[in-house]
């Protein structure tokens, strides 16, 4: 493998059966602590009613997640301000997907050039009507040339305005920079010219989302992962791609406690005050691998992420959930309730 041992490769497809994702992380198991999130509630009574305010550190800067549909849930949707969901780029992905996990609150969508406005229609979204996580490639030099305003201002007029859209421009972006593609600072100038963009739309439900890996915050990888955030208010929300020890090089994958390969980036994000997200996880074996589903969702609930989307792709067997426990376990996550089956 070229490049630095453990620094992950990665060449962008699709998730769909003819675009398949290959990159490889690091085997070294990562440990750092989750921070929880501090719950401060102030009661006072009056003659009329008894109010109480919970007081988060994103307080304001979360969107709004109405209009869920629940009548696939097996159960109340209590807690569902984390959305959870897995990948789904194609409509028959989607049917599959929500064959086995019931209606996904949330969508992981690829592109590997600009995004399709048929996403909101006729696409994914449109047919599933929920959120979506949707990342998008053009070269920083087309970008920032004007060449591709039309196609970014149709996909942003046209988006929902009922469900929170975690739009992100290259996500992960940092082996192409190492690569020499393009450089930090074009990659950073045509984030704020697509955000540009997107404000115009005045859709508070757009969020522009920084899709980073986690590896970045180890120190072997030599990278400083706030290199790639644009100054200013560019980024709205922090994503993240984590996976546990040996999962993506199928090599003795561990059934990693959530707060050790997804805790770095949770503190990363709390540091520069942005709300965040896990765009990618999962976890390379059966074993074990249904109670791992649910302390994961339990830890992004409990840390306050706004998303988390399972990477649930038949072009890596060994990540794809298979076995009827894993399923049975993710869908009872996505339904935030107890798996009855």
Not at 99 to 118: K, N, Q, S
Request: charged share 15%; aromatic share 10%.
């Amino acid at each position: 493998m070229p490049g630095s041992p453990g620094m992950p490769r990665h060449a962008e497809h699709s998730d769909s059966e003819s675009w398949i994702r290959h990159r490889q992380y690091s085997l070294t198991r990562r440990r750092s602590p989750g921070q929880r999130r501090i719950y401060g509630i102030a009661a006072g009574l009056t003659v009329l009613v008894l109010t109480a305010v919970g007081v988060f550190l994103y307080a304001g800067m979360r969107p709004a997640h109405n209009s869920r549909p629940t009548s696939s849930s097996p159960c109340p949707t209590a807690g569902m301000d984390t959305l959870l969901g897995v990948n789904a780029t194609s409509p028959s992905q989607l049917s599959t997907d929500t064959a086995e996990f019931g209606h996904l609150p949330i969508l992981r969508v690829y592109y590997t050039g600009m995004p399709d406005p048929d996403l909101w229609t006729t696409g994914v979204q449109g047919i599933n009507h929920s959120a979506a996580v949707v990342s998008f490639r053009s070269p920083p030099s087309t970008v920032l040339s004007g060449a591709d305003d039309a196609a970014l201002a149709r996909f942003f007029d046209s988006a929902p305005t009922s469900y929170p859209i975690y739009y992100s421009y290259y996500h992960e972006p940092e082996l192409l920079v190492e690569a020499g593609t393009f450089t930090v600072a074009q990659y950073k100038a045509a984030w704020a010219h697509i955000a540009a963009i997107a404000n115009a739309a005045h859709n508070p439900y757009l969020k522009s989302t920084l899709i980073l890996m986690s590896w970045d915050l180890n120190p072997s990888s030599g990278i400083n992962w706030k290199d790639y955030l644009p100054a200013g208010t560019v980024i709205s929300v922090l994503g993240w791609d984590a996976y546990p020890a040996g999962t993506v090089h199928d090599a003795d994958p561990q059934p990693t406690p959530p707060a050790d390969f997804m805790g770095a980036a949770e503190a990363a994000s709390r540091q520069v005050g942005l709300p965040f997200g896990f765009a990618e996880f999962a976890l390379g074996t059966r074993a074990n691998r249904p109670q791992w589903l649910a302390e994961v969702a339990s830890y992004l609930r409990s840390t306050g992420a706004l998303f988390g989307t399972l990477f649930d792709s038949t072009g890596f067997p060994w990540m794809e959930l298979t076995d009827s426990p894993s399923i049975r376990a993710w869908r009872a996550a996505l339904a935030d309730c107890p798996d009855s089956a």
